[in-house]
C-alpha cells in the first residue's frame, strides 16, 4: 500500500488542511489535538479501479501503550460527484487525547485521491 498525506499545516493542535494520494484501506493521517469536536471534510475524490464510488471514515484516540479508541465509521460519497462537492462528518463529545482519521474501505478495495482534506476541531465554525 502507497499512500502519502502532503502540506501538512504548520501547528498540530489547530484545524489544518492537507491532500491525500493513492491511499487504500488503513491509510491513517496525522495527528491532531482535541477536546470535544471533530469534522473532516474531503474535496474532489476519485477512485481507481471501483464501481463502488464511496470510502469508509472513522475517527481514532491515539493512545500511548493501549490499543487506541475508535469512534463512528461514516461513509463518504459526495466528494465522489464532483471536484468542488464536499463529503463530511462530525464527531462530538470526544475526550481529550491526540486523534487522527483512519480510511477503513474504498469502494471496492482501490485507492483513493483527495484533492483537499479538512479538520475542523472548532465546534463554532
Given at each position: ?11 498540530a493542535y ?5 491532500t491525500i ?8 493521517s496525522r ?95
Open positions: 500500500m502507497s499512500a502519502s498525506v502532503l502540506a501538512f499545516a504548520p501547528n489547530a484545524d489544518w488542511e492537507s494520494a493513492s491511499a487504500g484501506a488503513g491509510f491513517e495527528r491532531w489535538a482535541e477536546e470535544s469536536y471533530t469534522e473532516v471534510q474531503f474535496r474532489g475524490c476519485t477512485i481507481q479501479n471501483s464501481i463502488n464510488k464511496s470510502a469508509d471514515v472513522q475517527v481514532w484516540r491515539d493512545i500511548s501503550l493501549q490499543p487506541d479508541d475508535k469512534y463512528g465509521r461514516k461513509t463518504y460519497t459526495a466528494c465522489f460527484k464532483s471536484s468542488t462537492t464536499y463529503s463530511k462528518a462530525s464527531w462530538d463529545n470526544l475526550p481529550k487525547g491526540s486523534y487522527y482519521f483512519k480510511i477503513e474501505r474504498v469502494g471496492d478495495g482501490g485507492l483513493m485521491w483527495v484533492n483537499k482534506v479538512y479538520v475542523d476541531n472548532t465546534l463554532a465554525d
